[in-house]
T-cell receptor, first 114, second 112 residues
Framework: DSGVTQTPKHLITATGQRVTLRCSPR?????VYWYQQSLDQGLQFLIQ???????AKGNILERFSAQQFPDLHSELNLSSLELGDSALYFC?????????????FGPGTRLTVT | TQLLEQSPQFLSIQEGENLTVYCNSS?????LQWYRQEPGEGPVLLVT?????EVKKLKRLTFQFGDARKDSSLHITAAQPGDTGLYLC????????????FGTGTRLKVLA
């Protein structure tokens, strides 16, 4: 158990819909990272927040957005969902703001868009 | 464009054999991490290498960062069934906009 929690574990929704994925980092960690893992694209970095502020941005689509709240939990919002958005979404947390810090990954949310 | 290529993509070996996984790029990385991921779980960090030429050992696993910080290798000695999993390298590159990229992955299966 990494100490990172993600909800829900599974999510099935239809195209065009909007969903919110939630992540609670390990106690004391200030950074939250979001990743998407699909069979054809592998593991892709989406976005990082550090202590409430956006720190780094990866291959995140404009239909996707994220935020980190004062209690440091984070939410990833996916809108206008397409079939290709079906994937595993992981969040990870680390104590510091740089990628050289050890990242602890949550168990993931499996999103299926039908 | 995938900047971190791993080879081989798949590897099936017998318990006790040695193996090497490679992670190659044309870009320079400020640091590079190796992860192992098991089905249905998130990746678990194995090691971070920062200095060109650096070698780190973790029990039967040896990690090396290339002198030019463009490539890395993971060597496993006397593989065990518990080593089975997806091995991923990942790193941050500052060529252009900062990016954190995962490699294409090597799926290892160790047979008892």
């Amino acid at each position: 158990d990494s100490g990172v929690t993600q909800t829900p574990k599974h999510l099935i929704t239809a195209t065009g819909q909007r969903v919110t994925l939630r992540c609670s980092p390990r106690s004391g960690d200030l950074s939250v990272y979001w990743y998407q893992q699909s069979l054809d694209q592998g593991l892709q970095f989406l976005i990082q927040y550090y202590n409430g502020e956006e720190r780094a941005k990866g291959n995140i689509l404009e239909r996707f957005s994220a935020q980190q709240f004062p209690d440091l939990h984070s939410e990833l919002n996916l809108s206008s969902l397409e079939l290709g958005d079906s994937a595993l979404y992981f969040c990870a947390s680390s104590p510091g703001g740089g990628f050289s810090y050890e990242q602890y990954f949550g168990p993931g949310t499996r999103l299926t868009v039908t | 464009t995938q900047l971190l290529e791993q080879s081989p993509q798949f590897l099936s070996i017998q318990e006790g054999e040695n193996l090497t996984v490679y992670c190659n790029s044309s870009s320079v990385f400020s640091s590079l991490q190796w992860y192992r991921q098991e089905p249905g779980e998130g990746p678990v960090l194995l090691v971070t290498v920062v200095t060109g030429g650096e070698v780190k050992k973790l029990k039967r696993l040896t990690f090396q960062f290339g002198d030019a910080r463009k490539d890395s290798s993971l060597h496993i000695t006397a593989a065990q069934p518990g080593d089975t999993g997806l091995y991923l390298c990942a790193g941050g590159t500052t060529s252009g906009t900062y990016k954190y990229i995962f490699g294409t992955g090597t799926r290892l299966k160790v047979l008892a």
